[in-house]
C-alpha cells in the first residue's frame, strides 16, 4: 500500500525549534518531488515547501523562508521539515504529500499532489 | 504574493449540480487542480490540469477553464460530496504553489 506517514510533531515554545519527518512505504520517494503542506486549525491548505525528487530544486512559501528547511533522504525514504523560530501562526497540522509528475529532459510536468499522509500537529504557545 | 479565490461556502440539494470556482491572474498560464478534503481527512485529488480526473474519481467531477477562472462541477450531488474543496496553482514562475481559500460545500 502506498502510504505517507508524518511524525515529529507536538508542542512547543514560540522561538523553539522542531523536526518534522515523512516516511514513505509501498514506493521508491526517490522516483518522486514532495511538498510540505499544512492546515491551521480551522483554516484552509496553505503549501509552504517543495523539493525536487534530487534535491536540486527547492522552494519556500514567503511566510517559512529563512526559518523552515526542506530536505530529504532517499536512501531512507523520507523527507524532512526542520522548523526554527517558530511563532503561534505556526500552529497547524503538517501534512507531507507526494508530487504525482514525468521529468521529460529538462521539463517536470505536473500532475498534482497524489498521495498524502494524515498529517502531524504542531502546537506554538507558552 | 499571488492569491486563488474561492467563493466560502455552496449549497446544492442533492442531485443537483454544484459549482466551485476559483480566480486567479496567473490561471490562464497555470494549470489548476482540485482537491477534496472531509473533516478529518487528508486532501483527495480529484481533478489535475483543469480538467483530467485521476483513476478512481467518480465521473460526476469535472473541471474547466476560461480565462483567469478554473470551475469545479459536480453533477448529480450526493450527500457523500458534502466537504471542503480547494483549487491549487502555480504563481505566473511556475514555481510558486498556492491553495485557494477553500469552499465548503454543503449538501442540503
Known amino acids: 500500500e502506498v502510504q505517507l506517514v508524518e511524525s515529529g510533531g507536538g508542542l512547543v515554545q514560540p522561538g523553539g525549534s522542531l523536526r518534522l519527518s515523512c516516511a514513505a512505504s509501498?514506493?521508491?520517494?526517490?522516483?518522486?518531488?514532495m511538498n510540505w503542506v499544512r492546515q491551521a486549525p480551522g483554516k484552509g491548505l496553505e503549501w509552504i515547501s517543495y523539493?525536487?525528487?534530487?534535491?536540486?530544486?527547492?522552494y519556500y512559501a514567503d511566510s517559512v523562508k529563512g526559518r523552515f528547511t526542506i530536505s530529504r533522504d532517499n536512501a531512507k525514504n523520507s523527507q524532512y521539515l526542520q522548523m526554527k523560530s517558530l511563532r503561534a501562526e505556526d500552529t497547524a497540522v503538517y501534512y507531507c504529500a507526494r508530487d504525482w509528475g514525468v521529468n521529460d529532459g529538462d521539463v517536470y510536468y505536473y500532475y498534482g499532489m497524489d498521495v498524502w499522509g494524515q498529517g502531524t500537529t504542531v502546537t506554538v504557545s507558552s | 504574493s499571488y492569491e486563488l479565490t474561492q467563493p466560502p461556502s455552496v449549497s446544492v440539494s442533492p442531485g443537483q449540480t454544484a459549482r466551485i470556482t476559483c480566480s486567479g491572474d496567473a490561471l490562464p498560464k497555470q494549470y489548476a487542480y482540485w482537491y477534496q478534503q472531509k473533516p478529518g481527512q487528508a486532501p483527495v485529488l480529484v481533478i489535475y490540469k483543469d480538467s483530467e480526473r485521476p483513476s478512481g474519481i467518480p465521473e460526476r467531477f469535472s473541471g474547466s477553464s476560461s480565462g483567469t477562472t478554473v470551475t469545479l462541477t459536480i453533477s448529480g450531488v450526493q450527500a457523500e460530496d458534502e466537504a471542503d474543496y480547494y483549487c491549487q496553482s502555480a504563481d505566473s514562475s511556475g514555481i510558486y504553489r498556492v491553495f485557494g481559500g477553500g469552499t465548503k460545500l454543503t449538501v442540503l
Open positions: 509501498g514506493f521508491t520517494l526517490s522516483s518522486h518531488s
Open positions: 523539493i525536487s525528487s534530487s534535491s536540486s530544486s527547492i
